[in-house]
């Protein structure tokens, strides 16, 4: 679009203080939409940051459930984390019913699994075994309660039934080219997901992203500047959503001085050393 401003500027008092006004002006919302961009793109701290309200919600009943924790933890990794989150403590039909809204709402607000009609772009939910099981259910349900949203739910065994329906999985059926969301926790080496990547394709199902409740965030190794998270992505071409990740863990410490000033520090200074 052209805007006439030769008029206006002849017209000033002093025409070349003008005509330079206008340029850094312009300079300026050139500069501003490019940084814009480059967020956009890259998913900077400022975008990573913005604490929703449902996620400050899940927070705050992590925190009461005993879900998410502040202390000192020995990871598998063998690093100790000032935090550390159980998802196997979500033990009550509250906190389910409260897991269950907080996926529905970070699906609803992720871009990659709605489309533009609000609906979604995945036909059934896929909870791996085991913790992937009461998940993808809880899950399932609160799209349909909170959004009028009715996908299907599978999962899978472990280990193979011989007698009634049989096989390794069980619920909705996901051959034909059904898209799938599968379901988890967390991701820490990305195994299950992997696997579950495998056996859909296997079947003709096209998964099409995962979702967990926590992105911890971090490198897999100090040589290694990918997150678990971010590997998946990678390796696999899906869309990986969580409910928070550490940067938004971080706010929601900052804006929480209750939590005390030494969480919040220990938890700036793993994201420093680990974080993405």
Known sequence: ???PVSRGISKAADPAAAAKELVEN?????????????????GSDDTNNTIQPYQKDFLEFSLAEGVLKFGSFTLKSGRTSPYFFNAGLFASGAALFKLGTAYASAIMKSPE???GNG????DVIFGPAYKGISLGA???????????INVGFAYN?????DHGEGGTLVGASMGDGKRVLVVDDVITAGTAIRESHTMLQSIG???????????????RSLDDPVSAVQAVQRDLSVSAISIVNLPQLQAF?????????DVLKSVRDYRTEYGV
């Open 113 to 115: 699994l709605v489309d």
């Open 205 to 219: 199902a096209e998964m099409v992203g995962v979702i967990i409740a926590l992105d911890r965030a971090e490198k």
């Open 157 to 161: 065994r472990k280990e193979a039934k």
């Open 138 to 148: 809880v899950v399932c349900a609160a799209l349909y309660s909170d959004y009028g």
């Open 1 to 3: 679009m052209l805007i």
């Open 253 to 261: 410490l900052e804006k929480s001085p209750s939590y005390g000033e």
């Open 119 to 122: 609906g979604v772009v995945f």
């Open 26 to 42: 312009i300079n300026k919302v050139r500069s501003k939409i490019q940084q814009e961009k480059t967020s956009s793109s890259t």
